[in-house]
């Protein structure tokens, strides 16, 4: 019997259409040649198709075509954003703002900028699990470069109060960054009507290729950043590399596709996490963590009365794929430092798991996941009996 995979928030299936696109490229008869080799016809029919993918991406985010800078993905992307920043805008101040429930991308990166000697203030989520913008105004200085806030956690899936920090950063002259892996593609974002400097986005997580994401860069030309890398100054000199032309147009089709069929995916996984809540809730004694109001409905957080989540996991390992928030470290679990942020401590900190749905999944799935999620918890319960025999 094959997993059920509920697991998407880490990475989605290509779309086939999305594939089909990709493999046209790959190819003797398709665009497969440098795309920076513009002296031959062959070099200009690839970045001509570059610069289609370019100018779809941008049409669909609401930004100029030259302000979408391709990267491996939303990593590469936080990384090109925090650190180009701070290192090119040094003199202008050494501050950051940002959050502790942010993708290890971007903490890693600001603990390495600190090690530089910026200063980086890290924000707590309330026990809903956003940051709230009052939060953000009081941490703000005549120092601050840039806030960095997630649109949508990727542990618990609750979505920030992006368009209210975007204006509060307006108002105070500083720079937002926003990492959109987990809403990309899955809800609109139109930066004509969103304030925001710098975005970061990943393929993948859409049902596009791995390895491809971007930067879009709001008013490139006057604002500077320092590149992560050197070499031949592909990408504005933001990103030298050959560019990978099949990966560039899957993002491409990719957030096209979502895009098209956005409000029939969002009301379909909506009404999967809906039963999937109401059938488990109706078996075993559930705990959902993060507000639901303000989550998105491609994630849900929750754990199970007297259940560890690594052990679960392991009971499913054959049947279901979801994901832990836990780390192992050294050998030692660790928990999720989102939840802890949030206040969750104790067995439902430690028996925490993420379950995440995509458009492909049926409801028939979602009540065959609670069934195996009941059986595997059933499994545990015997082995317990059976041991304190």
């Known amino acids: 019997m ?33 795309p920076s080799s513009a002296a031959h016809l062959p070099g200009q029919a690839a970045a001509a198709v570059v610069a289609l993918a370019r100018v779809e991406i941008a049409a669909e985010l609401g930004c100029e075509a030259d302000e979408v800078v391709f990267t491996s993905g939303a990593t590469e992307a936080n990384n090109l954003a925090l650190r180009g920043v701070a290192l090119a805008h040094a003199a202008q101040g050494r501050h950051l703002v940002t959050s502790v429930i942010e993708h290890k991308s971007v903490l890693a990166c600001c603990a390495a900028l600190q090690r530089e000697g910026y200063e980086v203030t890290y924000l707590s989520p ?81 049902h596009g290729p791995k390895g491809v994401g971007c930067l879009v860069v709001r008013n490139r030309r006057q ?8 070499g031949g100054g592909q990408e504005f000199g933001l990103r030298p590399g050959t560019l990978a032309t099949h990966q560039i147009v899957g993002l491409s ?31 075993l004694p559930t705990q959902v963590h993060g507000e639901l109001a303000r989550s998105s409905p491609y994630i849900v957080n929750f754990s199970i009365a007297g259940i560890i989540s690594d052990a679960l996991i392991n009971q499913l390992r054959s049947d279901l794929a979801i994901a832990s928030s836990s780390a192992c470290s050294s050998g030692a679990v660790e928990p999720s430092y989102v939840l802890r942020a949030m206040g969750i401590e104790g067995e439902p900190l430690y028996g925490a798991v993420r379950l995440s749905f995509s458009r492909d999944h049926s409801l028939a799935e979602v009540s065959a996941a609670v069934e195996r999620i009941g059986a595997a918890v059933s499994r545990m319960k015997e082995l317990e009996i059976s041991e304190d025999k």
């Open 2 to 34: 094959k997993p059920l995979y509920f697991d998407t928030a880490a990475t989605t299936a290509v779309a086939p259409e999305v594939l089909a696109r990709m493999v046209e490229l790959l190819g003797g008869e398709g665009a497969y040649a440098n």
């Open 126 to 206: 309330n026990s809903a699990g956003w940051v709230e913008p009052d939060a953000v105004a009081r941490a703000l200085r005549p120092d601050t470069l840039l806030v960095s806030l997630q649109y949508t956690n990727n542990e618990t899936g609750v979505m920030q109060p992006i368009a209210e920090v975007a204006d509060l950063a307006v108002q105070a002259g500083v720079l937002l960054h926003v990492d959109a892996a987990q809403a990309a593609g899955k809800f609109p974002i139109d930066l004509q009507k969103i304030p925001i400097d710098l975005l970061s986005l990943s393929a993948h997580k859409f």
């Open 223 to 230: 604002l500077r950043l320092q590149p992560l890398m050197h």
């Open 253 to 283: 089709a990719a957030l096209s596709l979502a895009a098209a069929r956005r409000a029939a995916d969002l009301a379909h996984v909506g009404e999967l996490k809906r039963r999937f809540l109401q059938q488990l809730g109706e078996c």
